[in-house]
């Protein structure tokens, strides 16, 4: 197999960067390079594709790790760790959307601590609260309408205007 870059190892994705369809490339590079970054704009297309990706990941995680988990602590811990693992993707993306949006960032924050209660109300089996529930979901709902509004049409503070 020769090597996409000369040098590399073909079997990094890195490597083969360069060749990835636009969009894929963009969201290796929001998991991978610009997962921590809190600087800069993103247009609401590159938000929705990962956030949508956070939705199902969010959806399905719980359901394989009670499937192959059988102690308490251990689907805990696991869940913990895939929580982890998309929530500071989810959140640098949702800060920078919203510099692009020319709104507070703090915003980006209620998704995930709304995502992190639900997620630890159902490894403790713990009955739903509903109160808490609608609250989450109408502060969920606020955060994603503030994140879905067009961009500022002018370079901020922030950066230049995303390209999509």
Known sequence: ???PVPGKNP????????KMPKHVRQFYEDMTCHYNSFKGRVGRA???RLTLFGLIYFSVIPVLIDR??????????????AWLYMAIPMLTIGVRRLHDAGFAPGW?????IVIFYWLFEYSFRLPPNLIVWTMGAVMCLIAYTLMSLPSVKAENGHGPVPED
């Open 46 to 48: 590159r938000f929705w």
């Open 108 to 112: 980006a924050w209620l998704p995930q």
């Open 1 to 3: 197999m020769k090597n």
């Open 11 to 18: 079997f990094e994705l890195e490597s083969y960067k360069d």
């Open 68 to 81: 192959f988990s059988d102690k308490n602590f251990i689907y805990v811990m696991l869940l913990l760790l």
